[in-house]
C-alpha cells in the first residue's frame, strides 16, 4: 500500500487527518504533495487550525469522491 493509499483510507474512516498525524501513523513527512495527488480524484478539504502554542496546522477532511461534470459524461 503506498503512501496516498494509507491516506485515503485514513480519510475515508477516520474523515480527517493533520500532518503530525500522518507523520506519526504512517511516517508521511509531505501530507500536503500526498493531498494534492488524491485531489485529482477525490474532494478533499483543508482547513487551518491552532494548537494550544498558536502554532498553525492544516487539517485535511474527506468529502467524498469528485463529481463527473456533465459534459464529460456525454463526451
Not at 493533520?18 to 485531489?39: C, F, N, Q, T, W
Amino acid at each position: 500500500m503506498n503512501q496516498e493509499q494509507k491516506v485515503l483510507r485514513h480519510l475515508q474512516k477516520a474523515r480527517s487527518l493533520s500532518g503530525r498525524e500522518a507523520a506519526d501513523l504512517y511516517r508521511i513527512r509531505d501530507l500536503p504533495k500526498r493531498i494534492s495527488v488524491l485531489r485529482e480524484t477525490y474532494d478533499i478539504k483543508g482547513v487551518n487550525h491552532y494548537d494550544l502554542l498558536g502554532q498553525r496546522y492544516m487539517r485535511y477532511t474527506y468529502v467524498g469522491p469528485k463529481a463527473v461534470p456533465a459534459m464529460a459524461v456525454a463526451a
